[in-house]
């Protein structure tokens, strides 16, 4: 019997996949773990735990599980993951018994140490593990946000598993970007795992792709280009496509941010990499609301990025958002022309409606409404297949997320500190 699980999904697969490596290299056993997509095989197993991760966006269809859970089993339910993180509180209100809060590699392992010993009960000895929250009695305990300072330490997948990921080489982001949860949960310098590591690792990979905020930043603390860090990587790969393997760089699910797409990064791609895709975040067609988000970009830098793709053979998809905060009928326009600029030169534009997140410095504010001429543009554009997206979705999410964040708002934690409300 398996005492304890680990509920997968199609979201929280890639997290699952680099925990499960974390565990295995400090030693444990995951041979000892049900691993499982199927709730209904972790109902009939009825373990003492199980581990879950999930965005902030699941959080409703969660908590179906969880009451399920609660009805038909006396499992412990550990939660981590972004939500976790940014709502510890929420999360335990949800039904949680622990939350996992900040970098899971070394707490997880911890916590699964202890609740063993303790035979699977929340005990005072969790105190001493940074990282959790939980109630002992009747008393709320936050041991404080837990922090990986070399994540390169795990692999990033367990030895004795077949189970394979797309591989973290980067992780953190220094642009703040305001409705991002990224730099403020993973911090403000992005941190890389080695040549060596990342190549021996990508040996088990049929199609070698990559988890990183802005993949042509590896190498550098993450606001700069170190060419030569960049060339290193994906001349290290090539023996590997020789084999066969095929590697994607700078597309799904990793994206480029625009002023790093110049004609030699370009360069390095036609000749290092197999995707002739790149995607890159604009989030609007103006200025001002550029800055607004902190994004620290222009419009023109993404023309320039555009224009360089297209004389390079690579085809942009380009991400806008929309809805923003204090958007103005005038800026939604803009953004408009933009995304037409960017299909008439042959790009693919994927919409994206603003949505609240937790432990970001929007969290707290509002969509603005879209004007007649934005929804009939989207609409009419999606009909020919023009423009790609879940905005329509998006649209009555962000409605339940911002009637959450209003209804069970929590100062979150902060890889860098008290985090700025700007709503």
Not at 256 to 279: G, M, S
Not at 327 to 334: D, F, I
Request: charged share 30%.
């Amino acid at each position: 019997m398996r005492e304890i699980a680990i509920r997968m999904t199609r979201r929280n697969h890639n997290a699952f996949v680099h925990l499960l490596g974390a565990l295995e290299s400090q030693g444990f056993d995951i041979g000892e773990l049900l691993i499982t997509k199927d709730l209904d095989e972790i109902l009939r197993a009825k373990p003492k735990v199980v581990l879950y991760s999930f965005f902030t966006e699941e959080v409703w269809d969660v908590e179906k599980e969880i009451a399920l859970l609660k009805e038909k089993t006396n499992a412990l339910l550990v939660a981590g993951g972004y939500h976790a993180t940014a709502m510890p509180r929420h999360t335990l209100r949800m039904g949680f018994d622990i939350a996992v809060v900040g970098e899971g590699e070394e707490v997880i392992f911890q916590l699964l140490e202890v609740l063993k010993r303790s035979n699977f009960r929340i005990t005072k000895e969790l105190v001493n593990i940074r990282g959790l929250a939980f109630y002992l009695g009747d008393n709320f305990v936050f041991t404080g946000l837990a922090k990986v300072e070399d994540f390169t330490k795990f692999p990033p997948f367990a030895e004795s598993s077949r189970l394979i990921a797309p591989m973290e080489i980067s992780r953190g982001c220094p642009f703040g970007c305001y409705y991002c949860q990224t730099p403020y949960a993973k911090g403000f310098r992005m941190r890389h795992r080695p040549i060596e590591q990342i190549v021996k690792y990508s040996r088990r990979m049929k199609d070698m792709r990559y988890i990183t905020p802005n993949a042509f930043a590896y190498g550098s603390p993450g606001a700069v280009l170190r060419l030569d860090k960049l060339e290193a990587l994906l001349k290290a790969l090539q023996p590997l496509r020789k084999e066969g393997r095929r590697l994607f760089y700078g597309t799904f699910p990793s994206e480029v941010r625009p002023e790093f797409v110049k004609p030699e990064t370009l360069e390095l791609l036609i000749k290092y990499a197999d995707n002739r895709r790149l995607a890159i975040g604009a989030q609007s067609g103006d200025d001002e609301m550029l800055k607004a988000m902190h994004r620290l970009h222009t419009t023109e830098h993404v023309r320039q990025a555009v224009e360089y793709m297209l004389e390079y053979g690579i085809e942009p998809v380009v991400d806008f958002i929309v809805g923003l905060p204090n958007e103005s009928e005038e800026s939604q326009r803009k953004s408009i022309e933009f995304m037409k600029w960017v299909m008439r030169k042959g790009g693919k534009v994927r919409a994206h409606y603003f949505m609240p997140l937790p432990g970001t410095p929007w969290a707290r504010c509002k969509p603005s409404p879209l004007s007649e001429e934005m929804k009939k543009f989207l609409g009419r554009m999606a009909a020919k297949g023009y423009i790609e997206g879940s905005w329509g979705v998006q649209i009555e999410l962000s409605k339940k997320l911002q009637k959450l964040i209003e209804e069970f708002y929590e100062e979150s934690p902060s890889y860098v500190g008290s985090l700025k409300q700007l709503c």
